[in-house]
């Protein structure tokens, strides 16, 4: 065992990174690329500096838990949320605009044509032509109110 580790090389590293990376892609879960990462990075370093084996096995721990919080960094930066926030909450989006009525709103209930979609609203009865504001969404459901 103690062979195993004195003879840890350059080479080593750099095959053992892109191994760790290349598994990467038959297993994703962004995490074996972090420590594909941490281990190019020793064997980088060991080109330059050729450390012992312990303070290699030492430069991998460092940067394997480093991974993380850059790994996190990464991904919240990443989100897409900022680009499309309602993308799967259509109906959130509504909220706040102004719609004419095409058929009156009945004991509550009706429905409103928006783009080529008919929603099924609730409000406070209206004839047909009323003009209404949407002030709530609820799953497939929107809550109106007289446009002012």
Same mark, same amino acid.
């Given at each position: 065992?103690?062979?195993?580790?004195?003879?840890?090389?350059?080479?080593?590293?750099?095959?053992?990174?892109?191994?760790?990376?290349?598994?990467?892609?038959?297993?994703?879960?962004?995490?074996?690329?972090?420590?594909?990462?941490?281990?190019?990075?020793?064997?980088?370093?060991?080109?330059?500096?050729?450390?012992?084996?312990?303070?290699?096995?030492?430069?991998?721990?460092?940067?394997?838990?480093?991974?993380?919080?850059?790994?996190? /960094?990464?991904?919240?930066? #990443?989100?897409? +949320? *900022?680009?499309?926030?309602?993308?799967? =909450?259509?109906?959130? @989006?509504?909220?706040?605009?102004?719609?004419?009525?095409?058929?009156?709103?009945?004991?509550?209930?009706?429905?409103?044509?928006?783009?080529?979609?008919?929603? /099924?609203?609730?409000?406070? #009865?209206?004839? +047909? *032509?009323?003009?209404?504001?949407?002030? =709530?969404?609820?799953? @497939?459901?929107?809550?109106?109110?007289?446009?002012?």
């Amino acid at each position: 065992m103690g062979d195993m580790f004195t003879s840890l090389g350059t080479w080593n590293w750099l095959i053992f990174g892109v191994v760790l990376m290349g598994l990467e892609l038959l297993v994703p879960g962004v995490f074996l690329f972090w420590l594909g990462l941490a281990a190019f990075l020793v064997g980088v370093l060991s080109f330059l500096i050729d450390p012992t084996w312990q303070t290699q096995l030492l430069m991998f721990a460092v940067f394997a838990v480093a991974a993380v919080p850059l790994w996190r /960094r990464v991904a919240r930066s #990443d989100s897409s +949320a *900022g680009d499309s926030p309602f993308l799967n =909450k259509r109906a959130h @989006a509504l909220v706040g605009r102004v719609f004419t009525l095409e058929k009156p709103i009945v004991d509550g209930t009706g429905t409103v044509r928006i783009d080529d979609t008919i929603w /099924r609203i609730e409000g406070p #009865d209206a004839p +047909a *032509g009323s003009r209404v504001k949407i002030v =709530k969404a609820n799953g @497939a459901s929107l809550t109106v109110a007289a446009a002012s």
